[in-house]
């Protein structure tokens, strides 16, 4: 199958500043792909590659098959949310989610018709009258989406869309984006620096860091068998065992991680170390613990006996969790 977005090598290099730098990467037609990674580390601009709002320095990107080189945005069937929404604060929702039709001449019955029935894809029918002021965050969310969406896109690009809403409506709207890209199959690319929401929104995930992919793959994979530090580290705040220390662990001379809620606590077996600190967390309670002057951090489920500081306390593990990885990166 033709992939639907294509990055050939692709550069943008503003400068000596290599916001993306050399991306090679298939997103297939349908997929939830999401691209992971800290702030700075090129996720946006890539995003603007797609939609064309910047060009490459260096490579090509391909949409559907055919070269985007020198095809404006409006010609790209590809239409982004924007972090900030940038909705139009002087019209009200029917015309900000219109606006698009509009600029391609659809008749106005036409297109106040489709910006309804968009608002009630994003739930929020009825307010076609406000202006964007009159809307909570969570409610100018939507609108932004249904301006994106009424232009039926192919792609639909979303750059952090939900990095302004506080937790309990975040969560909520990431079960609804989720359910809303399954039920409409078009293709989502979803930036984001956070992993939690990126591991459980995607189908695949890249990880970013300066510019660069350092890995992609399904969810449980990124999560399960980091290729490199930077991965193991980012995703999920795994151990990052020195060779020396993983060799100590059973494990091959080589970089390793080990994920802190792989490992138990107890007084017999496995390997010597000494509690240096607790902190609790709600669902779980993460002890740090030194094992001969490297820090290991353990994650109990809420209701584990906490052991006290300066405790010596046994750690063990199965063989399996300790996931030796690739010293680059
Ligand atoms: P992210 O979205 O992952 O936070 P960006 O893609 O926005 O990262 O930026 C990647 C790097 O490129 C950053 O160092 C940023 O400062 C730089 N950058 C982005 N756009 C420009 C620009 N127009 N001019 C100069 N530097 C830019
Ligand atoms: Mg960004």
Not at 81 to 95: C, G, K, R, T
Not at 186 to 214: C, K, P, W, Y
Not at 278 to 304: E, K, M
Request: glycine share 10%; with cysteine.
């Amino acid at each position: 199958m033709t992939p639907a977005v294509s990055f050939q090598n692709v550069s943008r290099h503003f400068g000596s500043v290599r916001a993306v730098d050399g991306v090679n990467l298939d997103i297939e037609e349908g997929e939830f792909f999401a691209m992971l990674g800290p702030s700075g580390s090129g996720k946006t601009t890539c995003l603007r590659l797609i939609a064309g709002f910047e060009q490459p320095t260096g490579g090509h990107i391909k949409i559907f098959g055919e070269t985007a080189d020198g095809v404006p945005p409006y010609r790209r069937n590809v239409n982004t949310v924007f972090q900030d929404y940038a909705l139009f604060p002087h019209l009200n929702v029917i015309d900000n989610v219109a606006y698009g039709l509009m600029i391609k001449g659809v008749d106005r019955a036409t297109r106040t018709r489709r910006a309804e029935e968009t608002l009630e894809l994003v739930r929020l029918p009825g307010y076609g009258a406000r202006r964007p002021g009159q809307l909570s965050g969570g409610q100018r969310q939507r609108v932004a989406l249904a301006r994106a969406l009424v232009n039926e896109p192919k792609v639909l690009l979303l750059d952090e869309p939900l990095g302004a809403l506080d937790l309990k409506l975040r969560e909520n709207m990431q079960e609804e984006l989720k359910s809303l890209q399954q039920t409409l199959g078009i293709t989502f690319v979803f930036v984001t620096h956070d992993q939690g929401e990126a591991l459980s929104m995607a189908d695949r995930v890249a990880v970013f860091n300066e510019g660069r992919i350092i890995q992609v793959g399904e969810p449980e994979d990124i999560y399960r068998r980091p290729r490199a530090r930077f991965v193991a580290d980012f995703v999920g705040s795994s151990n990052v065992l020195p060779p020396d220390l993983a060799q100590a662990f059973g494990g091959p001379r080589r970089w390793a991680s080990l994920r802190p809620e792989d490992i138990r606590i107890g007084k017999t077996g496995g390997h010597a170390a000494t509690v240096t600190g607790a902190s609790f967390l709600g669902a779980a309670t993460r002890v740090a613990c030194d094992v001969n002057g490297a820090r290991v951090n353990v994650l109990l489920p809420s209701g584990s006996a906490v052991p006290s500081l300066g405790a010596p306390i046994r750690i063990s593990f199965d063989a399996a969790a300790l996931h030796p990885m690739d010293d680059a990166a």
